[in-house]
């Protein structure tokens, strides 16, 4: 049986209200949700691929454990991804956090702790000090 085959698509198109719903184990396919809102709502465990989230903004939210893998618009014709929109973190938690294989073009870090914070195992309070020592 293939992942999906009980299951019988109930919601027709237009807008919906869920209240108090547990939809464990629920899939979505080909469904647009543009502008929807969610709020005190558990995706602990769910998957998503090939999702669009430009422009949405996710606020008071538990993303410890999760993975963000392959982020950023998928290659045109030449093989290459096109410039995305720029993404902002503000009032975040990164701590114990590892960025690898990521382009960081072009990025600023303001008024951040980067106590213990490294960039290919160099530590990064070492670098600014000795850039201040000589640049003033």
Known sequence: ??????MKPTITSGKHFAN???????????VCLGDAEFDNVSLAGAKFHNINFSNAIITAENFGGVT???IG??????G?????????FTEAD????????VNLTNVEIN????????IDGIP?????????QKNG
């Open 1 to 6: 049986m293939k992942e999906g085959e009980n």
């Open 20 to 30: 108090h719903c547990k939809m464990t184990g629920s899939r979505f396919e080909d």
């Open 68 to 70: 963000f893998k392959h």
């Open 73 to 78: 618009s998928a290659p045109d014709e030449t």
């Open 80 to 88: 290459n991804p096109p410039p995305q929109k720029p993404v902002l």
């Open 94 to 101: 990164f701590n114990s956090s590892k960025f690898e294989n």
């Open 111 to 118: 008024n951040c702790n980067i106590e213990g914070l490294k």
């Open 124 to 132: 990064v309070s070492d670098l600014i000090s000795e850039y201040r």
